[in-house]
């Protein structure tokens, strides 16, 4: 069992960045895979990033690929996303995420444990 708690967003202007952090309990973070996804209003959940347990691979959305960075910091069970040159359609309330899979997939259904969320509204 894995709790993950949010922080770090707020508001910010088209252009801005915001760097998010997700904490996790438990001693065994670094055996989890972990990922970003988010939702806007009215629409469904969506991947954001994904890094695999030792830090060394990621795979990133299309939408956010060379703005967005996923890293993680095993030793301070941490995983962050910094995102740079945001847009006003990367609104949205941004969840944090574990898998007890192998490597999780760009699907929600394939993660086992989530964050509360936090929000990120950028304003154009």
């Known amino acids: 069992q894995v709790q993950l708690v949010e922080s770090g967003g707020g508001l910010v202007q088209a252009g801005g960045s915001l760097r998010l952090s997700c904490a996790a309990s438990?001693?065994?973070?670094?055996?989890?895979?972990m990922g970003w996804f988010r939702q806007a209003p009215g629409k469904e959940r969506e991947f954001v990033a994904r890094?695999?347990?030792?830090?060394?691979?990621?795979d990133y959305a299309d939408s956010v690929k060379g703005r967005f960075t996923i890293s993680r910091d095993n030793a301070k069970n941490m995983v962050s996303l910094q995102m740079n040159s945001l847009k006003p359609e990367d609104t949205a309330v941004y969840y944090c995420?574990?898998?007890?899979?192998?490597?999780?997939?760009?699907?929600?259904?394939?993660?086992?444990?989530w964050g509360q969320g936090t929000q990120v509204t950028v304003s154009s």
């Open positions: 995420a574990a898998t007890r899979g192998p490597e999780g997939s760009r699907g929600s259904r394939t993660w086992d444990y």
């Open positions: 438990g001693r065994t973070f670094s055996v989890y895979p």
């Open positions: 890094i695999m347990r030792s830090g060394t691979l990621t």
